[in-house]
């Protein structure tokens, strides 16, 4: 297999993973992905078009939907009409994922005790036939929450010392 077919292969599980992990269409995962592993420092409107081999509208929805989410951003070259897509600011993405997760925990977490609340005042046995389940349940997503706070504070210094 070719440099370029592993590439290609890559591309195409990443895209399918960026589809289910940010509900992206699959046009704009697929795009993404080319810019996450592209080896250039930018690509153009072109470049996408002819990677993807998709129509013009389609391509400029899907860079249009990655610009609005954030996911990529555009630069210029002097004497250069083109616009360049990268990711936008790699060395965030890590952080705005896990700070993603971290807010998806954290309504996990108020919802689950309000359910509790409410089952301990109003269905007592409810509350106990589910009591021993729902500590441990809430003790693992307390300790995947302390874990994003350190994990993302470590990244945010790191990124400081850059």
Do not use: W
Not at 20 to 44: Q, W
Not at 93 to 105: H, V
Request: charge should be positive; hydrophobic fraction near 35%; glycine fraction near 2%.
């Amino acid at each position: 297999m070719s440099k370029e077919d592993i590439k290609n292969k890559l591309i195409e599980e990443l895209g399918v993973h960026f589809e289910s992990e940010y509900d992206l269409p699959p046009l704009a995962a697929r795009i993404f992905a080319n810019l996450v592993i592209t080896e250039e420092e930018g690509l153009t409107f072109e470049d996408c078009l002819l990677k993807r081999g998709a129509s013009k509208s389609s391509i400029s929805t899907s860079l249009n939907l990655l610009l609005q989410m954030d996911f990529v951003k555009y630069f210029t070259k002097s004497g250069d009409r083109k616009r360049y897509f990268k990711v936008a600011e790699k060395n965030t993405f890590f952080i705005k994922k896990l700070n993603r997760s971290l807010t998806k925990l954290e309504r996990e977490s108020e919802m689950v005790r309000k359910i509790t609340a409410y089952n301990e005042e109003y269905r007592p046995e409810k509350h106990e036939e589910n009591k021993n389940k729902i500590t441990v349940y809430v003790k693992c997503i307390d300790d995947m929450t302390s874990s994003l706070k350190t994990t993302i504070a470590a990244l945010k210094q790191q990124q400081q010392e850059q």
